[in-house]
Each structure stands twice: as C-alpha cells, then as structure tokens.
C-alpha cells in the first residue's frame, strides 16, 4: 500500500515514512494547499481540511498537531503553528520561566481517505512537561523544549524512540489498525 500524506512538514513526513514504513506502508509526500481554518479543535481543524480536500484527491492523509499548556489553559493549541513561528521555543521558554506548573501535552488528530471509502479520523496524545532549556537537535518544531517523562526532550530522542510515545506515533498506530481493518489482509 502507497499513500499520500499532504503536508508541508518534513519532521512530520519522516515520522510517518519511519511508523508506516515499518508495516509495510509507503508513504509520500503531496503539496497539495488547502485551507487550515481556524477552529476550537485539531478535530475540527481536520474535518475542514478533508471536506475540502476529498473534491480534489482520492487518497490521503492529512495531519493537524498542536502543543497544550497547561499552565496557560491548554495555548497554543490549535494556534501552535502561529506561536512557533511568532514566539519560538525561546518565546515559550520565556513565558515559563520561574513556573512551577510545566505540564503540558502534544495532541496529534489523523485524517485518512481512502479512494472509495468515507473519510476516518484517530486522534492520541501524549503527556509530558515543558523543559527549563531547549535540549537536542533532532526532531522539529517544540521538540526541544517538550519532555515526555521529565528527562530527555523529544528532540533527544531517535525517530523510532520519538514514535513509540509520542502523539503523532500513537496516532499512527490507531491509523494502521483502521487501515488493516479497512484494507483487509
Ligand atoms: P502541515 O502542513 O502538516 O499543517 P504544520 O507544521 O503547519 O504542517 P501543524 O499545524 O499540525 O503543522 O503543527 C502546529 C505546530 O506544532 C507546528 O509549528 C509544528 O512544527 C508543531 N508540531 C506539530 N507536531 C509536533 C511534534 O511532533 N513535535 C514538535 N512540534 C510539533
């Protein structure tokens, strides 16, 4: 099986190629632009984008991740790609510095159409804690400040460490099990 994952993120793309790769599923990567509107939810955020592009695509995925703060009643959230580019980890860092309150979680929503099929959607999360300090090269996006046990950050981590915990793996893990169930044996 080959599908089309529609994203502009490489970190994301190489998350997928490895979680998939490993079952037997290639993917690649499709530019194809859509509308990533404004909502309340990653769900939502979705939901929208698959409406929009099942007129014009057959087959894909699509994926809508956000960074919750807890400390900050669950910022930036739906409004994280906004705030990394604005703010950046060190903005964040800032923001939190001297809190004692770190909790904070990834959530990662998964859009799969497949041709012929009604669009599904998985979602998963991952708990963890903002760091005191930027750590690691790896990864991308908040990866370096964002500890899902308190030790080393995500971007500390390998790629296939990073996907046995983090929310877009779990997400993934749900996404394989739908298409199993969907595509038969
Ligand atoms: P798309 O084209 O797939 O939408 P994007 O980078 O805009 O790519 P999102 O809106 O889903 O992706 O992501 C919101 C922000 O959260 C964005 O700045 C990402 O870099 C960041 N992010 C998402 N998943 C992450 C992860 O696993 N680790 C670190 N940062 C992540």
């Keep these: ?52 592009l099942k007129q014009k695509e057959d087959s894909f995925i699509i994926d ?38 770190r909790s904070a979680r990834f959530e990662c929503c998964i859009g799969c159409k497949l041709a012929g099929q009604e669009p599904f959607l998985v979602s998963a999360g991952c708990q963890g804690e903002i760091l005191e300090e930027a750590r690691g090269a790896g990864g991308f996006g908040f990866d370096p400040i964002f500890s899902a046990d308190g030790g080393r950050s995500f971007a500390e981590l390998g790629l296939e460490e990073k996907n046995s915990i983090s929310h877009r793996g779990r997400a993934i893990a749900k996404l394989a099990e739908r298409l199993a169930e969907e595509t038969g044996p």
């Design 1 to 52: 099986m080959r599908i089309k994952v529609i994203t502009s993120n490489e970190g994301k793309m190489r998350e997928y190629g490895q979680a998939l790769g490993v079952l037997g599923i290639e993917v690649f990567q499709g530019d194809v632009p859509y509308d990533e509107v404004q909502a309340d939810t990653l769900e939502e955020v979705v939901e929208k984008g698959m409406e929009e």
């Design 64 to 101: 809508d991740s956000g960074l919750f703060i807890d400390r900050f009643h669950g910022f930036p959230g739906v409004y994280s790609a906004y705030a990394l580019k604005t703010l950046g980890n060190e903005g964040v860092l800032k923001l939190m510095a001297g809190e004692r309150r």
